[in-house]
């Protein structure tokens, strides 16, 4: 069996796809980078050298799969596979076999359970759930001597699945048994799809002339913003800066989002401009509140302000007559309450992340948050409009939402805040209050 495929104008980002030897390896980027081409021949080819090998092909629809991999594979592999259009799987004479499948809905990544494929190809990656992604992995192993599974992705910045491939491939952020050496990312570039420049250059032109989230996520492969995001105005360039000390006479705050599923506080410090410089975070699930106050109290040290939290910390619990505010303060650490209104919030935290002129030329940003705040940096890009109120950010997935929460519940609170006071015989919920300027 033989094949004739012309490799003569890959670009330097495919060869870096075809060479790779990481377990998980991710083409993505711009659009018109060559992705699907890419993925096409290093699949045909793997099934060509490899006798016996399974291979998985996946797009998230059917349509997509036919248009974009069955049409042309029917052209690469005539007179080198066999294609049986019933189960969409194209044979070879070395016994190798590319099944090319789909997942219109979430449940239809069972159809793939028992079965074992010793290469994985997911197109178009970030259509698919972090659930979906996680269920395919089991189903990529090998009983063949010498062959190592493995999976490729190809995708573009946005979508369902963008907060689990940046997480992996852009920000590196690993867990549990998950291995960085296992993970490699190739960017992709539309300059670098030499056939695309030479045949059709007003491709660029078109991608230049998207909206600017667009633009950014298709043309300059940005993977801070997407179809979607809540805060486009974030810009890692410049709203993450290097740690330095923070001088003495600047003043500090501290704001906490608590629950029993995430405990999120942070420390903002406010220089005599009112510029405002995110320094220290602290994300931690399944803390009790006397843990979670001496965790803040430690964390924060000498000269915070105050500490801010939302009104729904000052209602009663039924069973102890106690609220919260009440529990935190009674370990030492007494919050300052803020009115909590989201949209309000959400739209003043945007003007804070509105890039101004820097007076050269550039920008500048009002807001930084320190490199080491990586759960803040991590989340905040990630957060969506409410599908059903687009002035509103989305509540799910609601992992991404505690630390922006209390980022919310600072800026909340610091132009115009209330401190909640004791009345006569102790503290006396939400109802008593003095509210000031700040």
Request: charged share 25%; with cysteine; glycine share 8%.
């Amino acid at each position: 069996m033989s094949a004739q495929f012309d490799l003569s104008e890959m670009s330097a980002p495919q060869r870096a796809f075809f060479l790779s030897r990481a377990r998980h390896i991710c083409y993505g980027g711009a659009r018109g980078g060559g992705k699907s081409w890419a993925m096409r021949k290093k699949l045909e080819l793997l099934a060509i050298n490899y006798p016996g090998i399974n291979i998985l092909l996946l797009r998230r629809t059917l349509p997509e799969l036919r248009e974009n991999h069955v049409m042309p594979m029917l052209r690469d592999l005539h007179g080198i596979a066999k294609y049986n259009a019933t189960d969409k799987t194209f044979s070879f004479q070395n016994g190798a076999r590319i099944v090319a499948g789909y997942c219109a809905s979430e449940a239809d990544v069972f159809r793939y359970q028992g079965q074992e494929y010793d290469v994985i190809g997911m197109e178009e990656a970030t259509h698919f759930t972090e659930e979906q992604m996680q269920f395919l992995t089991t189903c990529n192993r090998t009983a063949k001597p010498g062959f190592r599974p493995r999976m490729y992705y190809t995708c573009n910045p946005g979508n369902v699945g963008h907060a689990w491939v940046k997480r992996l491939f852009i920000d590196r952020a690993y867990r549990g048994r998950e291995q960085a050496e296992d993970y490699a990312f190739i960017p992709a570039r539309v300059w670098d799809n030499r056939p695309l420049m030479e045949r059709n250059p007003e491709y660029v032109d078109t991608l230049a002339n998207l909206p600017e989230d667009l633009r950014r996520a298709y043309l300059d492969g940005d993977w801070d913003v997407f179809a979607g995001q809540y805060f486009t105005e974030f810009r890692r360039s410049l709203h993450v800066c290097d740690p330095f000390e923070i001088p003495a006479h600047w003043t500090r705050y501290c704001a906490l989002d608590y629950g029993l599923d995430m405990l999120a506080a942070i420390w903002c410090a406010f220089d005599t401009s009112g510029n405002a410089y995110v320094y220290q975070e602290l994300c931690k699930p399944d803390t009790v509140i006397s843990d979670a106050a001496r965790m803040i109290r430690s964390a924060g040290g000498d000269g915070i302000a105050c500490t801010y939290a939302p009104a729904d910390m000052w209602g009663r619990n039924r069973a102890t007559g106690k609220t919260q505010a009440e529990m935190f303060a009674a370990e030492g650490l007494p919050l300052t309450m803020v009115r909590n209104a989201r949209v309000d919030g959400w739209l003043a935290l945007k003007e804070w992340l509105r890039p101004l002129p820097d007076g050269t030329g550039g920008q500048r940003a009002k807001l930084c948050i320190f490199s080491t705040c990586t759960r803040l940096i991590h989340d905040l890009p990630l957060l969506q409009h409410d599908a059903h109120n687009p002035t509103d950010v989305a509540t799910e997935p609601h992992d991404i939402t505690h630390a922006p929460d209390a980022l919310r519940y600072l800026f909340d609170g610091r132009p115009r805040h209330r401190i909640a006071l004791p009345a006569e015989g102790g503290l006396d919920g939400i109802g008593n209050f003095l509210e000031y300027g700040g």
